[in-house]
């Protein structure tokens, strides 16, 4: 992407169609309500288009169920003296597109050529306001260089809009009248009814144009015309509203009455009231990198990414791995919300984060159901998590290179690491907040029913006195069906010891929650026996000579590769040598020795860090593995004082922008984002909370070009400054 290094803002000086899915992903606006994609207001041949609000998920063949693309709010079709308005035709004489992190605006300014030689200069602005989540605003302004005439606009709510041909909306009614019009849809199995309205009104010097309704089934719009002068500027207003019953039937009904009130409403008024909204926001987020352009604006687009995805005021869902931006992973979320995009609102904006946890609380009952269907007691996570919090991973994926073909998908039967990952970011957020309340009423109940698995799951084997972990995946997921992987033993350990703890804090604390929860749970004095039997002789792989720890049983025994004999290379490892030839190699997706020393830091010394960072690091795919790895490869580089640690850093800061795997078309990469700003905090400016002295410190490492970093952390609900100089 063209894009210039401004401090605030993305831009792209040319459109390039053939990277439009691309663009569109980076051009996405949202509110934390809902996420719009940056496809043209016109349309344009190929374009993703699409709305995805949270939590509205509707069953779909194979994968189960995803989020379904709702009525497109930003269309507008343009009659420039009876010539439709279009990239694909005419010439476009100059063109820019700006995305305003500041005020979360999108803005794009065309001067276009028509085929008959009329030049307009047209300005399109959009946002969804952060200030009422319900509001959503386009405008354009165009202005007639060199004819007079007329201008239409018509402008509309489609009902049709499907995912990528699979629609999901049935039509139940619809209205218009004038200026306005309304529409009124239910998800097919679901039964989530979306109902959305729009005003418009078009104007030029002091008088306003002519609208009436145009009430086609199921894409219902408003047309209006206006007479132009040469060198005049018209300018068209779209006011959107919109609610679903996850809002409460109230809403919906209260959307259907504010339609017709609002044409009256100010841009200007509402606008300022986004802006200021989103002033507030950066002011607890905001991160300032100086001396190095590129760093600035990349960290800044990360947090807006988070930041437009963040449900704040639902605590029934949660963000899926390609946040509201995209159609990759159907909008279902991962434990890359926990370990990766979690810290970032645990430290920044935990109301947020408490959202994010509650939903996990929430779905107890799913993985307890999975646990159960596995023959466990407690509650083990799915893998892939949508609504409901089963498990909606779906088990065959056609093969990108052979779409005849079909890949068996293992990580919704076996990944397992996730009923851990989740207890850690309920500690973590917990340590943070000091948010006693949740810990008591939910946290501890999720961590309790997680330990509860891992006791459950870890199997006895006699003959060597231990406790394994057989026939799983680890976040390297080059290598599936693996025994005994360490991040998968490490945590599933870590999280046992929790629950241990948790129980007398609990007596203390808040006597009447351990009550509750030992009658429903049904804890007795042998299980709690049973968990410290699987603490004390749960495997951990170390060799105490080399220091080194397998990632799983018989890792080393698996082909060495010479990862930088094959540079450059435009695949990943996986894609080159085929899922078992990779699986046969030592080359990892990730590296999951490293990731664990990093959530767990006390578990082994520096000698221990080094040796493993010395041989994992060469052996991961780090520019086509997981767009997870970089920024945690970042973190470990400045632990242990390599200095390619900017290189990785880099690596994660350009996915998206600069669509360094090739998939960003398909979403933005959340975890990526989160972890870039841990890459910051916890890899350059070497935040770490000592246990022993209960502090804070810091170990700046800041790369060679930054004169400074600035950022602000909540923790116990203070907030503290960082400002960190070469
Ligand atoms: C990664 C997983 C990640 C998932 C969703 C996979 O490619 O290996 O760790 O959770 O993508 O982002």
Redesign the pocket.
């Known amino acids: 992407m063209a894009t210039t290094f401004n401090d605030w803002s993305v831009s792209e000086a040319e459109f390039h169609p053939e990277k439009i899915n691309h663009s569109e992903t980076i051009f996405t606006i949202g509110n934390g309500y809902l996420g719009t994609r940056g496809a043209f207001e016109e349309h344009f041949p190929n374009e993703n288009r699409s709305t995805f609000l949270h939590g509205v998920f509707d069953d779909v063949p194979v994968v189960f169920t995803e989020l379904a693309n709702a009525s497109d709010w930003t269309e507008m079709e343009i009659f420039l003296n009876g010539e439709r308005f279009s990239l694909e035709n005419g010439k476009i004489l100059a063109y820019e597109r700006r995305l305003d992190l500041k005020t979360a605006t999108l803005s794009r300014s065309v001067r276009w050529e028509s085929p008959q030689g009329h030049i307009s200069r047209l300005v399109f602005e959009r946002f969804a306001s952060l200030a009422d989540i319900h509001l959503c605003g386009v405008r354009v302004s165009i202005t007639a260089e060199n004819y007079q005439g007329s201008i239409e606009i018509r402008s509309g709510l489609n009902g049709n809009a499907d995912n990528l041909g699979f629609l999901h909306w049935n039509w139940v009614g619809q209205s218009a009248a004038k200026n306005s019009a309304t529409l009124l849809c239910r998800t097919r199995s679901s039964a989530i009814d979306l109902c959305i309205g729009l005003t418009q009104t078009l104007t030029a010097s002091d008088r306003t144009g002519r609208s009436f309704a145009w009430d086609v089934h199921n894409h219902p719009s408003v047309v209006s015309k206006i007479g132009i002068e040469k060198g005049e500027t018209a300018v068209a207003t779209k006011w959107v509203t919109l609610a679903t019953s996850r809002d409460g039937k109230k809403a919906l009904v209260q959307t259907q009455r504010r339609v017709h009130k609002l044409s009256a409403l100010n841009w200007e008024e509402a606008y300022q009231a986004h802006c200021a909204a989103w002033e507030n926001e950066w002011n607890y987020c905001d991160m300032v990198i100086e001396g190095d352009d590129e760093a600035q604006l990349a960290v800044r687009f990360n947090i807006f990414q988070l930041l437009i995805a963040a449900p704040r005021s639902d605590e029934h869902v949660n963000i899926g791995?390609?946040t509201l931006s995209g159609y990759g992973?159907r909008g279902?979320a991962?434990?890359?919300t926990e370990i990766f995009m979690l810290p970032f609102f645990t430290y920044t904006r935990p109301e947020i984060a408490r959202n994010l946890l509650s939903y996990r609380w929430h779905n107890l009952p799913g993985a307890r159901a999975k646990a159960s269907a596995n023959g466990f007691n407690g509650a083990q996570y799915p893998?892939e998590s949508a609504a409901t919090g089963e498990e909606v991973t779906p088990t065959w994926v056609p093969d990108p290179k052979d779409h005849t073909q079909l890949i068996r998908i293992w990580?919704g039967d076996i990944?397992i690491h996730i009923s851990a990952d989740v207890s850690f970011a309920i500690w973590q957020y917990w340590k943070a907040s000091a948010d006693d309340e949740f810990f008591a009423k939910r946290g501890a109940e999720v961590i309790l029913d997680t330990a509860r698995f891992w006791a459950a799951r870890a199997e006895w084997v006699e003959e060597l006195q231990r406790y394994e972990i057989s026939d799983i995946i680890g976040?390297?997921?080059y290598h599936d069906h693996v025994d005994n992987n360490l991040y998968t033993n490490a945590l599933a350990r870590w999280n046992l010891q929790r629950a241990l703890d948790t129980l007398p804090w609990l007596e203390t604390h808040a006597p009447a929650e351990l009550r509750r929860l030992k009658k429903a749970l049904q804890i007795d004095a042998a299980e709690l026996k049973k968990w410290q039997h699987v603490i004390d002789h749960l495997y951990l792989p170390y060799n105490e000579k080399t220091r080194l720890i397998e990632q799983f049983d018989g890792y080393f025994a698996r082909k060495d590769v010479d990862l930088a004999a094959m540079e450059p290379r435009s695949e990943s490892i996986q894609s080159i040598f085929g899922i078992e030839g990779a699986a046969a190699t030592q080359v990892l997706?990730?590296p999951d020795v490293l990731m664990l020393m990093y959530l767990l830091p006390d578990l082994y010394d520096q000698a221990t860090l080094e040796a493993n960072y010395r041989y994992y690091t060469p052996r991961t795919d780090h520019t086509f593995?997981?767009?997870?790895g970089p920024s945690i490869q970042a973190i470990m580089a400045c632990r242990v004082g390599d200095v390619t640690a900017y290189e990785h850093f880099m690596r994660a800061a350009r996915a998206d922008l600069f669509d360094v795997r090739n998939n960003a078309g398909d979403g933005i990469?959340?975890?990526s984002a989160g972890g870039l700003w841990q890459a910051v905090v916890f890899g350059f400016a070497g935040l770490r909370y000592s246990a022993a002295d209960q502090q804070w410190h810091t170990h700046p490492a800041l790369p060679k070009n930054w004169k400074r970093v600035a950022f602000k952390m909540m923790i116990h609900g203070k907030e503290l400054s960082f400002d960190i100089h070469q």
């Open positions: 791995a390609k992973y279902h991962f434990w890359d893998w990580t990944e976040p390297d997921e997706k990730q593995g997981s767009s997870l990469h959340g975890a």
